[in-house]
């Protein structure tokens, strides 16, 4: 992104600018944001595996949201709405055709010196994270909407753009691609 | 036999691991289903698995503050929006350079052949009132060259800032 240098007359018009612009005011953002961040960040992050790209999306993300000219029903569409943009942007970015380990997942590796219910959790969440990327983009998108998420499969169905009826046998190939992933231990 | 792939109970299944209740707060006739059913016995391990994933990962990760991401997004838009107001200035200068020379040239070229008609005028005028034919048409030679050269200094006056103009803009 382009460094800026603004004066403090420049930044308070930017904010009557966007109280304009934006469909939302600063306070409702700020609530807004602190419900949703760390799940979209979470999100961003599995499904690009990488943190930097994640935390520019997550931005890229925000922004889209606030510029949208969408007559929200509730909450509920909101957030769908705010996971729908950043569904899009992590497709848009798939051109990569294998996800990086993350740094993360490469830290875990350390973390399974620790004992007991530390380390088997540890052990079981890299083999997910290398079960998830040995899938396409968007069976991770399905999978963590409908299993991480809770979204219904009409939620899913519109978010991603596709049929209902396709929706459940893609969600089902998904699924089973990654339990097969799970049981050869994350291996391809 | 075909597998079923989907079960109408599994997003009550979803719904109760997400919720914390799995299995232990949440109805046992879900639970006994979810033993015998195949699709929600492989939706709860899924299920089970991300979510783990997900409440962890909320601890670990961090996310910029609420303010910061209001912010970049204000200044964004502020900068967007300069450009999207500046694009038809851009497009009115370039329609008005093209008019201006376009006027010009037509000029030119309406003017062009009245030039030698104007410089025989201006030579009889001359003769009236100069003694010499020679010292006439030597001020008539000079003229026509001057009209010329004056023209092209024009155009030149004028392409020259477009010219600078379009390349040197952004758009």
Request: glycine share 6%.
């Amino acid at each position: 992104m382009r460094d800026l240098t603004l004066t403090d007359m420049e930044r308070l018009g930017a904010f009557d600018e966007a109280e304009r612009t934006f469909q939302m005011t600063e306070e409702a953002f700020r609530t807004f944001y602190e419900l949703t961040a760390r799940p979209v960040r979470v999100y961003l992050a599995r499904m690009t595996g990488d943190d930097r790209l994640a935390d520019d999306l997550l931005q890229e993300t925000y922004y889209r949201f606030l510029r949208a000219s969408v007559a929200f029903d509730g909450d509920d569409h909101r957030r769908n709405y705010l996971f729908r943009i950043a569904t899009n942007l992590v497709h848009d970015h798939r051109r990569k055709p294998f996800m990086e380990v993350p740094p993360a997942a490469a830290e875990e590796v350390a973390d399974t010196r620790q004992h007991g219910d530390l380390a088997e959790r540890s052990v079981r969440r890299m083999d997910l994270h290398n079960a998830l990327k040995q899938l396409k983009p968007r069976e991770r998108s399905l999978l963590w909407l409908a299993y991480a998420q809770g979204w219904s499969h009409e939620e899913i169905a519109a978010a991603i753009g596709v049929k209902t009826a396709s929706l459940k046998a893609m969600l089902h190939r998904a699924r089973q691609r990654l339990v097969h992933r799970l049981g050869s231990g994350g291996r391809s | 036999m075909s597998r079923a792939i989907e079960c109408p109970r599994e997003q009550e299944v979803v719904n109760a691991i997400l919720a914390g209740a799995w299995p232990h707060r949440c109805d046992d006739a879900l639970v006994s289903h979810a033993a015998s059913c195949e699709v929600c016995k492989e939706v709860a391990s899924v299920s089970l698995l991300l979510r783990e994933d997900v409440d962890q990962s909320r601890i670990e990760v961090h996310v910029p503050a609420a303010g910061q991401v209001w912010w970049r997004a204000a200044v964004r838009a502020r900068l967007e929006s300069t450009q999207a107001a500046a694009r038809p200035m851009t497009w009115m200068h370039a329609i008005t350079g093209a008019i201006v020379l376009g006027v010009f040239l037509s000029g030119l070229t309406a003017v062009w052949p009245l030039l030698p008609a104007g410089v025989g005028t201006v030579r009889d005028a001359a003769n009236r009132f100069l003694p010499s034919a020679e010292v006439t048409s030597a001020i008539a030679g000079g003229l026509a060259q001057s009209v010329v050269v004056g023209l092209v200094a024009g155009a030149v006056l004028i392409i020259t800032p477009l010219a600078l103009y379009v390349v040197l803009s952004d758009d």
